[in-house]
């Protein structure tokens, strides 16, 4: 299993950045794919996920409406679209594939939301 995360940098708030999540070493188009971000010393935290067919998303309460999941099945790809964004947004984010095994994450992003 491997998990490879791109994007992701810094930006001033109501800015926007587009995470990239490339998968590979499983069933990609079967798994839930997940989102998730580690604040400074903080315990890291679910953002989003999508069902494995890509037709819905769910979200974190802090995000909803200002960012946005997908998936192309056809690419094992999968993206966080962050518009808006906040200084409480700031973290490193990781993609994740709900359930696979052995779990794997990614390096982690580091999103930076700063004037």
């Known amino acids: 299993v491997r998990i490879v995360e791109s994007g992701g940098g810094l930006v001033q708030p109501g800015g926007s950045l587009r995470l990239s999540c490339a998968a590979s070493g499983f069933t990609f188009s079967s798994a839930v794919m997940r989102w998730y971000r580690q604040a400074p010393g903080q315990a890291r935290d679910w953002v989003a996920q999508?069902?494995?067919?890509?037709?819905?998303?769910h979200y974190k309460d802090s995000v909803k409406g200002r960012f946005t999941i997908s998936r192309d099945n056809s690419q094992n790809m999968v993206w966080l679209q962050m518009n808006n964004l906040k200084p409480e947004d700031t973290a490193v984010y990781y993609c994740?594939?709900?359930?696979?095994?052995?779990?794997?994450w990614g390096q982690g992003l580091q999103v930076t939301v700063s004037s």
């Open positions: 999508i069902t494995a067919s890509g037709g819905t998303g």
């Open positions: 994740h594939a709900y359930g696979i095994r052995p779990e794997t």
